[in-house]
Nanobody, 123 residues
Framework: QVQLVESGGGLVQAGGSLRLSCAAS????????MGWFRQAPGKEREFVAA????????YYADSVKGRFTISRDNAKNTVSLQMNSLKPEDTAVYYC????????????????WGQGTQVTVDS
């Protein structure tokens, strides 16, 4: 069974930084693209960032481009999201996701979700 466990969420002032991490277990982590999504209250879940299985390609939503950086460590089975210059509109539950296809370049398609971690940006 694949398990994704997020950590690193919390409360931060606008303009501050947070680093989210997602630890994966249950299958060959390095063979699958990974991504981050978020869901704010009353809104649909939206794509934030993704990284290919090899780490060679990264993708970002326009709203976070230049502020967020996704990375992965295949030796440690982790994917991280460095979030800088945070804004109140970044407030959401952030979810880690794993691709449903081996050797994939991006997510979706989603194979597995983490349980989510809350990020709150105070103005």
């Amino acid at each position: 069974q694949v398990q994704l466990v997020e950590s690193g969420g919390g409360l931060v002032q606008a303009g501050g930084s947070l680093r989210l991490s997602c630890a994966a277990s249950g299958r060959t982590f390095s063979s699958y693209a990974m991504g981050w999504f978020r869901q704010a209250p009353g809104k649909e879940r939206e794509f934030v960032a993704a990284i290919s299985w090899s780490g060679s390609n990264t993708y970002y939503a326009d709203s976070v481009k230049g502020r967020f950086t996704i990375s992965r460590d295949n030796a440690k089975n982790t994917v991280s999201l460095q979030m800088n210059s945070l804004k109140p509109e970044d407030t959401a539950v952030y979810y880690c996701a794993s691709s449903g296809e081996r050797y994939s370049d991006c997510v979706p398609p989603i194979g597995y979700w983490g349980q989510g971690t809350q990020v709150t940006v105070d103005s």
